[in-house]
């Protein structure tokens, strides 16, 4: 960060603690009356905690701001279904402005967090000017970022699997891959072109590696006669001996054998140490040549994070008590892939999933509430998920649900409807149902949509609107 502009008054500031000693003279809030809950993300943690509160504080004096650098929530779970052209990109997105009603969406960049004067700095993507934001109560869903372990090779010759850009950006280069193999005759050219390698042996890993086989093998049979299906080669790399270690080891290796039947090659105990455009690099000595290489291989802290003056432990997240607060900050809840969350029944730590950041943004919101009442009792966290669920193939899952394990077509109608339960609008949940309906009936869709323009409007300057600061000081800007 260079210099600060205020976005109240257009004062320019040489460092943030002379920015944040100039907001708090010139421009804090006078009121005590109205307490401020600022919630950071707008991830399934962020989401969950903005519904709750919007639900539980109709009434209650309280001001509630969401912010986040996207406009919408993600339903990643669904994610590797837009890269296999099964589901339309926005019908797995939801606008937050929905899920507002009490509630103010800024869409921007958050910056830094200063605990102590409990202010968060935002910037516009517009004209890059600071903002900053006082809160009562912060609630921090702030997610992860693909982890590379400082790999500068693999960041740049792979493509990550977080984003909707993601998958959009994976299905393109897929479909653009097999144009390409199409078009040669060279054995070689053709193998690395139609070489597809996944590296993570999670849930993101293998339900992106099976949607691509499918979408491959079933694209290639369908349109494209000049491919020899011998060709293709479907990589999954797992550092570990066996994949989805979240699963019993049974139901892992029948897993496994499922994919392997459907094609897909599975690298146990393998990891990827460099990659180049067409390689990647094994620690076992192999160059594999590939055109398309996919990271799911784990996830890290962004800087607002990191550089947050607390505990971090495991991955850099934030170590929190049983009630879900930063330690010694009564006021800051974490919750979601950034909290590092101790499940004192195990004796180890929560997994980073969706289904536990819902679990954990609705206590915060219970928590939220008693505090409001001044209640001194808190709800400690304790949850334990009565299963898990994945999608190994086409019309293939597998399921552990209260220790019971199903693995095929059984498994992969109770994803379905599990996760189409979970999707938050009943207008998405119609759209996902006609995308899966008509699958049953029609091809995938191998449209490449070319390279979209994007027009930047950085450093716009706006000097007809900006109120002076007494009409600043006398309004709470919004
Ligand atoms: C492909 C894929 C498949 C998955 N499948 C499953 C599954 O089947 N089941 C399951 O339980 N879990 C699954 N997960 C994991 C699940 O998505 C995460 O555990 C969950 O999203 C965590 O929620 P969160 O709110 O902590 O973070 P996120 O959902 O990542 O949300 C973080 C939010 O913060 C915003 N943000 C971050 N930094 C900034 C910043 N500086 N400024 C502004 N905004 C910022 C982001 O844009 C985002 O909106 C999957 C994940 C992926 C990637």
């Known amino acids: 960060m260079s210099t600060i502009n205020c976005n109240n008054c257009n004062h320019v500031f040489s460092s943030e603690s002379n920015y944040y000693s100039h907001y708090l003279t010139v421009h804090k809030s006078n009121s005590t009356s109205i307490k401020k809950i600022l919630i950071l993300g707008g991830g399934f943690g962020g989401i969950t905690v903005l519904r709750e509160i919007e639900k539980n504080f109709k009434k209650s004096k309280v001001e509630i701001t969401i912010v986040s650098d996207e406009n919408y929530f993600l339903f990643t779970p669904m994610l590797p279904q837009v890269i296999s052209g099964l589901l339309h990109p926005s019908n797995i997105s939801t606008p937050i402005r929905y899920f507002c009603k009490k509630a103010k969406f800024l869409q921007a960049i958050i910056e830094s967090i200063d605990l102590d004067q409990q202010l968060v700095t935002i910037q516009r993507s517009f004209d890059n000017k600071m903002r900053a934001l006082e809160y009562d109560y912060l609630v921090l869903a702030l997610g ?35 144009e390409h193999a ?14 597809f390698v996944v590296v993570g042996g999670g849930f993101a890993g293998v339900e992106t590696i099976s949607e691509i086989n499918h979408f491959v093998r079933h694209s290639i049979s369908k349109f494209y006669p000049s491919i020899n299906p011998k060709n293709i080669n479907i990589v999954l790399i797992s550092s570990k001996e066996r994949i989805l270690p979240e699963i019993n080891e049974e139901l ?22 460099d990659a180049g455009e067409e390689f990647v690099m094994l620690n076992n000595g192999e160059k594999l040549p590939c ?26 997240r934030i170590v929190v008590d049983e009630i879900l607060r930063m330690k010694n900050r009564e006021n800051v809840f974490v919750l979601g892939d950034c909290a590092l969350i101790k499940d004192s029944n195990l004796d180890s730590f929560y997994p980073s999933t969706a289904q536990h950041a819902i679990r954990e943004g609705k206590l915060i919101v219970e ?55 979970k999707i938050p609008t009943l207008g998405k949940k119609l759209k996902i149902s006609v995308d899966w309906a008509t699958d049953f009936l029609l091809t995938r869709d191998i449209t490449l949509i070319g390279t979209i323009k994007k027009k930047k409007i950085h450093f716009i300057h706006i000097t007809d609107n900006v109120p002076s600061i007494k009409q600043q000081l006398s309004s709470n800007l919004g």
Not at 157 to 170: G, L, N, R
Not at 293 to 311: A, Q, R
Not at 393 to 410: D, K, L, P, V
């Open 182 to 195: 199409a078009q040669t005759g060279n054995y070689e050219l053709q193998k690395m072109l139609l070489t």
């Open 252 to 273: 892992s290796k029948k897993a496994w054998e499922s994919m392997e039947k459907a094609g897909i090659n599975i690298l146990k105990n393998t990891r990827a140490d």
């Open 367 to 421: 928590n939220l509430k008693a505090l409001f009442k001044n209640e001194k009792k808190l709800k400690k966290f304790s949850f334990h998920s009565i299963g898990v669920m994945a999608i190994i193939g086409n019309r293939t899952g597998i399921a552990t649900i209260r220790g019971y394990s199903i693995i095929g077509i059984t498994a992969w109608l109770i994803w379905r409807a599990y996760y189409l339960a």
């Open 144 to 178: 992860g970022n693909t982890n590379y372990f400082k790999n500068h090779n693999l960041e740049k010759h792979s493509f990550s699997m977080k984003s909707i850009e993601d998958a959009i950006a994976v299905k393109n280069h897929i479909i653009l891959m097999l």
């Open 291 to 316: 055109a398309t290489l996919i990271w799911t291989g784990g996830i890290t802290m962004n800087n607002v994070v990191s550089e947050l003056k607390c505990e971090h432990g495991e991955s850099g």
